[in-house]
């Protein structure tokens, strides 16, 4: 089973990814927490060209590609083979988070951009996904509260992270079977157990013991 989780930083899915990869190893699963841009080695160091608050410069096509290619290393190595040796896969973003930020935020053709994102993936779609939804400007006022690590994508301005918002939630209506909306405002603990009560019923049921 392949879980996504999506919405802006500052949201708390990061937290609560780890919280929901505990739980589930608790339970004997075998989970795989990954995080996009990166979870390969190659994938970090295009990680760190993404985020560097220098490239000032970088053309929203060139950081698409970018993306694509962390992604592609990330479900070639990584994904792929733990779905087939029949784990569960969390990932802290994935394909959807193109769709919004680079298709949505800045307007980017959404048809190309999964034409480019099929090619990456493989054809792989999450199972679930996950959206921690937030009024963005609670959310960067929460990063800068909590002193975050502040990437280039942080530093566009408040009309591009509600365009993204806007897009999520569009994504999410076309593809309701897919998604889940959780009202990021709510409290750690709370939200924690909303991600619990929504996964529960989709898990799918553990192996007998050997
Ligand atoms: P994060 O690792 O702190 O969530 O930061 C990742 C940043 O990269 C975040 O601002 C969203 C952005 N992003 C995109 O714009 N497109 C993508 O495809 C992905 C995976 C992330």
Redesign the pocket.
């Known amino acids: 089973m392949f879980i996504t989780f999506e919405g802006?930083?500052g949201s708390g899915k990061?937290t609560q990814i780890k919280r929901l990869a505990e739980r589930l190893r608790a339970e004997g699963r075998q989970v795989l927490l990954t995080?996009?841009?990166?979870g390969t080695a190659i994938g970090e160091q295009i990680?760190n060209v993404?985020?560097d608050l220098h490239n000032t410069a970088m053309q929203p096509r060139a950081?698409?590609l970018l993306?694509s290619a962390a992604?592609a290393q990330l479900v070639g190595e990584v994904i792929l083979p733990h779905l087939a040796g029949g784990g569960v896969v969390l990932s802290?973003?994935?394909?959807d988070?193109?769709l919004?930020?680079?298709g949505y935020?800045h307007g980017l053709d959404l048809a190309a951009l999964r034409q480019i994102t099929a090619f990456a993936t493989h054809g792989l779609k999450p199972d679930v996904t996950l959206l921690f939804d937030l009024d963005p400007d609670l959310g960067l006022q929460r990063r800068l509260a909590n002193r975050e690590?502040w990437?280039r994508?942080?530093a566009y301005d408040l009309a591009f992270h509600q365009r993204v918002r806007a897009g999520y939630l569009e994504l999410l209506r076309a593809e309701p079977e897919r998604w889940i909306r959780l009202d990021a405002a709510q409290e750690r603990e709370a939200l924690a157990e909303a991600v619990w009560a929504c996964l529960l019923p989709r898990l799918p049921a553990r192996a007998p013991a050997a």
């Open positions: 802006p930083d990061s995080r996009e841009p990166g990680r993404l985020h950081e698409i993306y992604r802290d973003r994935y394909y988070s193109t919004a930020y680079q935020g690590e990437n994508l942080d």
